[in-house]
């Protein structure tokens, strides 16, 4: 089968549903067309969105677990943003807890640590990474981490904090195979954003091509990081395909099969979202 070219969007068969596994629906830059968006997601067979709660505050945890009320499609994470960890509280955190007891979210998140912007002491960002991380665990959730320049902190927590024992997903991977071997010895799942059709991304893609097929998930980071060929506008769940086509392309595989495989890793991923998976293609089928 010919692989598609990176700036083509694929059309999928009937029956093959992707799932964007990590935006950001309830951002702002989404207020004047939200439905529009959520729409064209779904004409396009992106079946489900991972919403994270994890911008602005605990308002966005807020905000996602609206839009979930709203949308069938829709889970929401709910967690603390490395940059906001300077705001953190003994009480913001207890109310982090409380909305993670809603019957919709399926992780916690985003979380980790951010040293490239360092919007926030290293040293906040790695306790509100912990107390995070001792949250989703009594919850019995998984954990959507989130990483930028600080590999050997963040792989030290995630192992003295027994992460792998309830697992996860490292959004928006954007290291080296190194760094991507060492995450996946803990037992965490990749995802991959807009990034690997960046110029200079071959670090990047040389990971995804070496990704194990059971461990790769996709995402869009939504409305961020869109995408080549639609690289400088505002991205959407939509676009989630192109990034299925540029790592089909990388791993020789038919997109088709690519995006299958990331559907059932993030169902894996997100346990919660099993059930509800199932729920979600019956509607689709009776209303084909």
């Given at each position: 089968m010919q692989l598609l070219r990176t700036h083509e969007r694929p059309e999928l068969p009937p029956g093959v549903f992707a799932i964007d596994s990590h935006c950001h629906l309830h951002d702002p830059a989404f207020d004047a067309d939200r439905e529009d968006v959520w729409h064209r997601a779904v004409t396009a067979g992106v079946r489900a969105l991972v919403e994270i709660g994890a911008s602005g505050g605990l308002d966005g945890c807020r905000q996602a677990c609206a839009l979930a009320e709203r949308y069938p499609g829709i889970f929401p994470t709910?967690?603390?943003?490395?940059?906001?960890?300077?705001?953190?509280?003994?009480e913001v955190l207890a109310a982090l807890s409380e909305f993670a007891d809603h019957p919709a979210v399926v992780a916690v998140g985003e979380?980790?640590?951010?040293?490239?912007?360092?919007?926030?002491?290293?040293?906040?960002?790695q306790s509100v990474f912990r107390d995070c991380i001792a949250i989703a665990r009594g919850k019995g959730l998984p954990i959507t981490v989130h990483l930028r320049e600080a590999?050997?902190?963040?792989?030290?927590?995630?192992?003295?904090?027994?992460?792998?024992?309830?697992?996860?997903?490292i959004h928006c991977?954007?290291?080296?195979?190194?760094?991507?071997?060492?995450l996946l010895d803990l037992g965490f799942f990749l995802s991959f954003s807009g990034i690997v059709t960046f110029k200079r991304a071959d670090a990047i893609r040389e990971a995804a091509r070496r990704v194990p097929s059971d461990r790769l998930l996709i995402e869009t980071d939504a409305p961020?990081?869109?995408?080549?060929?639609?690289?400088?506008?505002?991205?959407?769940?939509?676009?989630?395909?192109?990034?299925?086509?540029?790592?089909?392309?990388?791993?020789?595989?038919?997109?088709?099969?690519?995006v299958q495989n990331a559907t059932v890793n993030t169902l894996r991923a997100f346990p919660r979202l099993q059930t509800a998976w199932a729920s979600l293609l019956e509607g689709t089928t009776t209303t084909a």
């Open positions: 709910v967690g603390i943003h490395p940059h906001d960890a300077k705001e953190v509280t003994p979380i980790g640590l951010d040293y490239h912007y360092d919007n926030s002491p290293s040293e906040q960002q590999e050997a902190d963040l792989i030290e927590i995630l192992r003295s904090e027994r992460a792998h024992e309830i697992g996860g997903v991977f954007s290291g080296n195979w190194d760094t991507a071997k060492r961020y990081l869109a995408p080549v060929p639609k690289r400088g506008h505002r991205n959407e769940p939509a676009f989630v395909l192109y990034t299925a086509a540029c790592l089909a392309e990388l791993r020789h595989a038919p997109v088709e099969e690519l």
